[in-house]
């Protein structure tokens, strides 16, 4: 059986890890790729790596993430839950459980552009021009069950 984030997790395997330390490097293979496909594709994966975040978004790891660095924002919790994606299922899911507290200290934040770019790649466009807007956010705060 497939599982919901497959396609997600198995384009994130085309990141050309050799060039780590330049993100936007890292992340040009997944770009590429996708823009080679059609749109409801690309708001697929955009749709997928928002609920991964999302589900990313709770107290329980914000609070692990301030002990970790105590000038914390949103936006650095944020880029650091892009991390846990950057870094595969197993490394997401022992972020997700609270068992992978290294991830505080690390942060990726090129990877929430990557549907917008693959889309103005595809459409020699704009990623001001990106038409698509995710039914769920990423943003900080916007998981209120996470937050109870």
């Not at 890890?17 to 996708?34: A, R």
């Not at 823009?35 to 928002?50: A, G, N, V, W, Y």
């Not at 301030?66 to 022992?94: H, W």
């Not at 770019?117 to 038409?131: F, G, I, N, R």
């Amino acid at each position: 059986m497939i599982g919901k984030y497959d396609f997600f997790w198995n384009t994130m395997e085309l990141c050309h890890w050799k060039k780590e330390g330049d993100d936007d490097k890292v992340l040009k293979p997944v770009i590429k790729n996708l823009s080679k496909l059609d749109d409801p594709i690309i708001f697929e994966f955009d749709d997928l790596m928002t609920e991964l975040l999302y589900h990313l978004d709770t107290k329980k790891l914000a609070e692990q993430c301030r002990k970790a660095d105590p000038q914390m924002c949103d936006d650095t919790f944020l880029y650091s839950r892009c991390v846990a994606l950057i870094n595969g299922p197993a490394y997401y899911e022992k972020v997700k459980q609270g068992k992978e507290k290294s991830v505080w200290n690390l942060e990726f934040e090129s990877l929430l552009y990557v549907p917008q770019k693959a889309w103005a790649l595809k459409h020699q466009s704009s990623v001001d021009e990106y038409p698509h807007i995710s039914p769920l956010s990423f943003e900080t705060g916007s998981n209120k069950a996470g937050w109870e």
